[in-house]
């Protein structure tokens, strides 16, 4: 919280736009505050805050604007198991009869049943318990739990680079797969319930601390409004980024951070990396870029490394246009990161000490000793090294604490010593690795056309002066002599320019990507049998009410990946819903689906047309008071019960960033209910 230009005025009500760079290796949060919406054109940069004073921070007085994306969880209390919301509150009603004809399943004709539809695809939504806290150490906090704990019995609770569990390449197999046997452990621990809680439990601490220091220091209050703005990797697919809007979510829910609606984040932002880096770049060095000027924004951290092609596009106000060029990094930018040099670290220590057992004399386990030396590599040794690694010949050394002098193992007293090879081992797979998506993407913006003028590097990685000069070196002998033209720029912007671009881009969000699904959304329907030509081969139940056949459960994708969408617009269903007389509450329901392909409608949820559709969300709706109004008559069959028939309207409502569902009934019998579909749209859209 660095600024001295904050954003006031007299009105008490303060609204927020609140950034989180969730990055794999470090975090961090940016935002605004204004009391009037008028002021929202003039923030700039300046004004923009960044989120700071991080517990258990191992540097002093030197500010720390970013946290480590690390969790340890205790084992002192276990986490209750959600619900899924698919069961909550489903049971009949106690007085409702529960046996033969007295209670049938009721039918809604072009519409839901009261029953979660049978499917063997999962849902994604869960109703989080009442007062869920797992105990558990986060960020800084972590390394200094590493430097204590017992390696052999705790090792299993720290968590790093959990970002990781989202990315399905199969380049971050390795990674993943060491996730997943820690969360085995943690889940039989009661300690999380699904992967993917690692990541809201993280964000609800951060958040939580967010929160403390915007009451701290902004006048945060209950009355204050949020807009949130989720950064995110562009290679990301839209199924990630669903999953990292849910943990949002759930963290959202757990601080009371803002208000969510409907039990959804309304009109979640989400940015991609490389687009709030350069909106960063765009507001602070906007007297080195020219119009017309073609230039590679290559931003390398500490797990994730993303390459992007930028032209400028107008002069005033200044504006970049993102070229047609598939985004670099997809194949590798996963683990090039700075954060992989710590791992080959931990695996040489790991081999260099096997047969210093006497290490262990102090009481501490070998694994653990090492865990901490990681934890100093990262705080200390890292750079010193990196800065070594230009000199060609040069060996270096690194402190172990207790080492015992040896010529054969090249120990020194209390030292290890690293030759050159083995700092190459450490450092050329990464640095290689940034130059092989930097002249992937060279290639690719070179087929379309583009002529790339310069190369702007940042990032946390982005400052390591060994990764410029292999980037230099790259340019000058194995692009071709068109690149040698190519000048590479360190940006002096720092680790937050993400955060606090992505704050600017929210605030602007005019010039976004056209609003095309990445998703698709449809709503559970019960159709007529032989309505549609898709019923073929289907087989029809028989309604136990109006002894009538119909295929039930299917779906109609109401809006389809692929399909441009208006920001705002109305799609009306005619619904109609069906009880025998003697049910005593009338309940009916409408279920969202949610699909990364595109699908034909009228076939049933469990059907291979709709293989991928998961259960998004639903609203309930009580419509008993209708036996009583007049408003409704008994339908007679004969041979049959008599059964209740109530006709209403859906309404399904695309605004904005949200998909909201109303049903309405006689008698102004209404409920709603709203879904983000945020990450149903490429990254900056309005």
């Known amino acids: ?41 003039r923030i700039g940069l300046q004004q923009i805050e960044i989120v700071d004073r991080y517990p258990y921070n191992p540097y002093g007085n030197f500010v720390c604007h970013d946290v480590p994306t690390e969790l340890w969880y205790s084992q002192r209390i276990p986490r209750p198991v959600p619900q ?53 150490f986060w960020g800084y906090g972590v390394q200094d739990q590493l430097l204590e704990a017992d390696y052999n019995t705790d090792h299993s609770r720290h968590l790093s680079r959990f970002k990781l569990i989202l990315d399905k390449s199969p380049h971050t197999e390795k ?20 992967d993917t809680d690692l990541i809201a439990d993280y964000l609800t601490q951060l958040l939580q601390h967010t929160k403390t220091r915007l009451i701290d220091s902004e006048g945060f209050t209950d009355a204050s ?40 984040i309304d009109n979640l932002f989400i940015v991609s990396e490389p687009e709030g880096a ?67 670290y931990e695996d040489l220590l790991r081999e260099r000490l096997k047969n210093a057992t006497y290490l262990e004399d102090n009481g501490e386990s070998l694994p653990t000793i090492i865990s901490g030396l990681v934890v100093e590599f990262e705080r200390r040794d890292k750079k010193r090294l990196d800065a070594k690694f230009l000199e060609p010949h040069a060996d270096c050394t690194v402190k172990v604490p207790g080492l015992k002098h040896s010529d054969k193992l090249r120990f020194e007293k209390g030292r290890l010593v690293l030759n050159r090879k083995e700092m190459e081992a450490l450092f050329l797979p990464s640095l290689e690795g940034v130059a092989e ?27 390591s002066e060994a990764l410029c000069d292999h980037l230099r070196k790259s340019l000058a002998t194995q692009c071709g002599p068109w690149a040698r033209t190519i000048v590479l720029e360190t940006s002096k912007l720092p ?67 692929g399909d441009t969408v208006e920001s705002e617009y109305t799609i009306p269903r005619e619904v109609e819903y069906t009880f025998a007389v003697s049910r005593k509450k009338l309940v009916g329901a409408e279920y969202l689906y949610v699909s990364d392909r595109r699908h034909k409608d009228h076939y049933r949820s469990d059907s291979p047309e709709n293989e991928g559709a998961i259960l998004l969300g639903y609203v309930e709706i009580d419509m008993t008071s209708l036996k009583t109004s007049g408003l409704i008559k008994a339908q007679p069959v004969p041979g049959r019960l008599p059964y209740w028939k109530i006709k209403g309207t859906l309404n399904i409502i695309v605004s904005g960033r949200n998909l909201r569902y109303e049903i309405k009934l006689p008698g102004d019998i209404a409920k709603v209910g709203q879904s983000s579909i945020a990450a149903a749209f490429r990254p900056g859209t309005e």
């Open 175 to 194: 990674i993943r797969n060491g996730l997943s046997k820690s969360c085995s452990i943690l889940k039989k621990m009661l300690l999380i319930n699904d």
């Open 225 to 264: 409004t949020v807009e949130f703005v989720l950064c995110v990797p562009a290679v990301w697919k839209a199924e990630a980024i669903r999953q990292m809007q849910f943990a949002l979510t759930a963290a959202i829910a757990n601080t009371r951070l803002g208000r969510l609606q409907h039990g959804t």
């Open 495 to 561: 680790s937050t320019a993400v955060a606090r671009g992505a704050v600017l881009r929210a605030l602007r969000k005019e010039d976004g990507p056209a609003r095309v699904l990445q998703a698709s959304y449809g709503f559970i329907r019960t159709e007529q049998y032989g309505t549609q030509a898709e019923h073929v081969g289907q087989v029809p139940i028989t309604d136990k009410i109006d002894g009538q056949e119909y295929i039930d459960n299917t779906i109609e994708w109401i809006i389809k990946k």
């Open 1 to 41: 919280m660095d600024s001295d230009t904050p954003m006031q005025d007299s009105d008490d009500t303060r609204h927020f736009v609140i950034a989180i760079d969730f990055g794999t290796t470090f975090s961090s949060v940016a935002y605004v505050g204004y009391s009037n919406a008028n002021q929202r054109p």
């Open 278 to 344: 350069a909106a960063c770049v765009l507001a602070r060095e906007k007297t080195r870029l020219k119009i017309g000027e073609t230039f590679i924004l290559l931003d390398a951290g500490g797990g994730t490394v993303d390459a992007i092609t930028y032209t400028v596009d107008k002069d005033f106000p200044l504006r970049l246009k993102t070229e047609e060029v598939e985004p670099g990094g997809k194949m590798i930018g996963s683990t090039c990161g700075s954060s992989f040099i710590n791992e080959r």
């Open 84 to 136: 899924r919301r698919d069961t909550v509150d489903r049971q009949p009603a106690e007085d409702d009869d529960s046996s033969g004809e007295n209670n049938p399943q009721a039918f809604f004709v072009g519409s839901a049943s009261t029953e979660v539809p049978d499917s063997n695809h999962s849902s994604s939504i869960l109703s989080l318990p009442k007062n869920k806290k797992a105990p558990l």
């Open 437 to 463: 998506i930097m002249k992937e993407q060279l290639r690719l913006a070179r087929e379309k056309g583009c002529d790339v003028k310069k190369i702007i590097l940042m990032g946390g990685f982005g400052q």
